[in-house]
């Protein structure tokens, strides 16, 4: 280590005439200090239309019913008609498919018993689709 030491640029510099600008070495390495966030204001929830239904069975038909891309009362109309277009064999398997319960229905019932302004229009979409059908 001396005889490495001796033949390196160091050995040759004398420690008390060499300047540092200390400034810019903070500048360069020192921890940046951590920025602060503005504070957003949070947005109000959305108010969820209510539901009587099973978790599961509203996921199931809320996709069901963005595949349709009718209003619930269209698709009352098409299945009261038999609209050949609309009751393929395959969709006639999907409306059987997406359907709920009895006691579901009859908690739909009991919201819309409960108070006045508790109307199906309230509700949320599959629980509307049921209704109506």
Do not use: H
């Not at 020192?30 to 504070?39: F, G, M, R």
């Not at 949070?42 to 239904?53: G, I, Y």
């Not at 009751?87 to 999907?94: D, G, I, S």
């Amino acid at each position: 280590p001396a005889t490495k030491y001796s033949n390196t640029l160091f050995a040759k510099m004398e420690a008390d005439k060499i300047e540092i600008d200390v400034d810019s070495l903070e500048k360069l390495f020192a921890k940046a200090e951590p920025v602060k966030k503005e504070v957003v204001e949070e947005k109000p929830k959305k108010d969820l239309a209510p539901t009587r239904v099973d978790p599961k069975t509203f996921q199931n038909t809320s996709i069901f019913l963005k595949t349709l891309k009718k209003a619930t009362k269209e698709i009352r109309e098409n299945i009261l008609t038999l609209a050949p277009e609309v009751l393929t064999e395959e969709m006639t398997r999907k409306f059987l498919d997406n359907f709920c319960s009895d006691e579901e229905i009859a908690g739909i019932k009991s919201y819309l018993d409960e108070d006045p302004e508790n109307t199906i229009e309230k509700m949320a979409e599959p629980d509307q689709y049921f209704w109506c059908l």
